[in-house]
């Protein structure tokens, strides 16, 4: 209950009334939820109680939380209004035969209607007392507005926007509504800067609106976004630090293939210099056809060091897109997969016309490799959760153990496959959303709602993590234990059970052993090859309980700390209980020493992004590193190289201050800290230390 | 093919030219400079750097040393210079870096293996290669190997050089590379000697010989307090630059970043003054009224 009070913006107050009121709901809820109803299934159709593959940190099951999650068609909202999706749910249900085997569809346009006419009384009530809070105010200006409000919100979203002012009301509402409905961690608002475009630029035209006006509208919803919160339980908590993944996205191409970007756009990253929020989130659709001027502003808005706008390959994602859905029954058109966008975290999909399934259970490579030692056994529960393998010490070379590795892998993703299809059912039959299946489409016209595959293009979002971890970790083994024979497999084991300690010699062997990110060719051959295998075995359990094979999304959000608390020491040298690597191309702490152009080459070629949902890809960098103007354009050029590359996803964080006062006392986790010292580059731990407070100080950049 | 000692490759090096770029810094310098921030650079031989505050005491090094230079005293380990003999048997070995050999001998096709890796990084940003050093083109026939390779990739080439460099050999690299960051220290001969070791004559000679050339130059100089900021040099160096029609130069005032380096070879750091801000600013003016305008680098 207290971890579930954790949003975004930190630990979150609540009344003791309203306390009461979740601890009530909380008991009511207990044993009828979706994870209760899907752990029962499991049991009931496979005979195991699957509650042990969990505990052990084999996988999250996302099933106890909100589903569907992605981009809904809002331009439905601003350009028709939703009476006018009310008329046309009636006359479908007149239409519709009155059959047996149409009742779900029956049902279902009737909720639909039900839920339609109450977003609109929603933002009659906010008329309402609009109005009546206008009667009783004297002065003239303040009357004024709250009249304006009045009328704005009697207007919309109920039926179509006519200028800007109205159009982000609507958004709001609409957005809101969603949210409410079921409050799922990426409710993305999708190309926000291209479907509102054509209000922004009316009233710009017609003088009706001044770009500071719009930006103070976008400084109040960025407000909005952000006093959303997620409350679903201590563990959910813990995995996504509260995160709610709002994600706007800019940039990309249009159904043409042209350059999408706009002005309004530019506005968007200005709004985010401003107000340093993390919600919503920018993510730009890099192509090497946007204008110089408007890449400027996105490095501008990166160097803010609020880690935005994120990037994503449009080209990557397209291709994607055209590789996903050519599977489906009906394709897909160049069109619709060009009209891409982020859906939150780092996944792609659909503008409009697609959803995903978060509830997806979220597999832990990391711990294939913890149970391929210890014999299937997990240390921490005790119980035997893995396959088998045998005893590790017996294994004769190298491929014998990643053999091994490969049946705990198979095994792994048996389970959280088997669990996640039967969690699918069981959302259907306990909190299938209704309002959300309006907004997007294909739902409507197949009569059926999102979580029975009712958009046009459903996906399924199997979240894994801790690849790195598991690919270093076996690269460790390697060289340690079968290439160099530095060490045996009998005294890796005795130090990994010890945490290390008492072996520091081991650990420091360990750490040192060849890791991901150095743009080592014979190094990145094996974690492309693992990735590769790993896409492989998971595609080869079969099709996701929408028919279809279903791309990994190797992503961390905070996953990398959650699973990290549950596993002993790793062959990677790093220690129980702390956090894994994060992303899923990024490097492990202080193990990329080759520098940013070595790490950027690794990240980007580390997975075939293109049969991959996604990618992830943290790089840190100093401020002063990519001052100026020939400073912008190396940025620039870093972000297309690595899509040259073929990455997909990276995002830059600046290395703050508080980082490199950490790395002066802990030099050992720094050593691949590289700062830019009048004339030339250093390592950080290496400097004297007057140097480094110097640095320090220098680094505190505003905000 | 030629072989040199190569004491670093940065990649992603961002201030020695245009662009993204990877640095090689040739080990080895005619010169020794009372202010070198490079002191690991001067000689042409590989050095033992011993970086005390990285050492955790683990003993590695004292296990590996084969000169009986290595011991531990009060569980850190200690170096005994007068015995060691930069073989590089505990760099090897330490696991934390706090030792580390300063040169490698290299071949062309190893380094110019290194520089290919990030040859789309180049492409992108408009960047290239910088050799510098040490004085890179002390490298000799394995530096111009190494330039030769370069134009031959299609890249930008940046020398980064002190100009004490036999004049056959200049005038190579003048035909081959686009970019020089020139150094210059003083203008008085005798001053020079005593600051570098070096007169200057060869080095003007050299200077002249780029500034007629064509190619780009960055004229830089290292700044430092009584020693070279005199009015006189200043006035000079504006004589010698205003026959170019140069009137802007590149400055890289004082500072002690070596010092650590200084200590990880057993040396003492060099009693040189540092600017504070206001002193700097005066020198700057002193530039401005004999017409040289300043960049800080």
Known sequence: MQLAKMTSLGEMKIPQETEELLEKVYKKWKNRTCIALNNKMYKDKYGVNPAQYSKAGMYYDNVSVASGSGIADYPKALNKGLRWVVDDLKQRLRDCPTTLDNKERHDLYRAMIVAVEAVIAHSHRYAELAEK??????????KAELLEIAEICRRVPEYPARNFREAIQSFWFVHLAIEVEQMACATSPGRYGQYMYPFYKKDIEEGKLTREQVITLLKFQWIKHMELGEYQGGSYAKTLSGHTGQTITIGGVDADGRDASTELEELLLETQIRMRGIQPTLTLLYHPKLKPSYLNKVVECIRGGSGQPQILNNTVVIERNLARFAQYKDGITLEDARNCGNYGCVSTGICGKGSFITQEDQPCLAKVVELLLNNGKDPSTKKVVGVETGDPREFKDFEELYGACKEQLRHLFTISRHHSDLSQMARLQVVPSVFRSVMYDGCIEKGM??????????????????????ANSLLAIKHLVFDTKKITMDQLLEALKANFEGYEDIRKMCFEAPKHGNDYPEIEAFVQRFYHDVDEIHSSIGPDCFGYRTPLDAYSLSYHNYFGSLMGALPTGRKAGV????????????????GITALIKSGAEAIDTVRYGANHFNVKFLPSALEGPQGARNLIALIKTYCDYGGSHIQFNCVSSDTLQHAQDNPQEYKDLVVRVAGFSAYFTRLDRGVQNEIIKRTEYAG | MSQGTVYNIQRMSTKDGPGIRTTVFLKGCPLHCLWCSNPESQLFTPQLLF??????????????????ASSMEEGVSRLDREQCRDCGACALVCPTRAREMSGRLMSVEEVMAVLRKDA???????????????????????????????VLEGWHVAVDTCGFCPEERFHKVLKMADLFLFDIKHMDPEQHKALTGQDNALILRNMRA?????????????????????????????DFFGTFGRHEIEIMPCHAFGRNKYAALSLPFPAVEQYTPEALQRVRERFARHGLSTVIV
């Not at chain 2, 050799?131 to 190494?146: A, H």
């Not at chain 2, 780029?210 to 020693?227: D, F, K, N, Q, T």
């Open chain 2, 210 to 238: 780029a500034l007629l050339s064509g190619r780009e130059v960055h004229i830089r100089m290292p700044l430092m307090p009584g020693l070279n900021d005199s009015e006189e040099n200043i006035t000079a160096m504006a």
């Open chain 1, 449 to 470: 709602c999102e979580e029975a595959g009712g958009t046009r293009y459903p996906q399924v979002n199997p979240i894994m993590t801790a690849g790195v971890d598991a």
């Open chain 2, 120 to 150: 789309l990084f180049y492409e992108n940003s408009g960047g290239g290669v910088t050799f510098g050093g040490g004085e890179p083109t002390s490298g000799g026939q394995f530096f111009l190997d190494l330039v030769e390779a370069s």
């Open chain 1, 579 to 594: 956090a894994l690597t994060d992303g899923s191309v990024s490097a492990m702490p202080g193990t990329d020493h080759e």
């Open chain 1, 133 to 142: 809070t206008a009667e009783a105010e004297t002065d003239p200006k303040n």
């Open chain 2, 51 to 68: 970086f005390r505050n990285l050492c955790t005491g683990c003993g590695a090094c004292v296990r590996a040393c084969r000169s009986g």
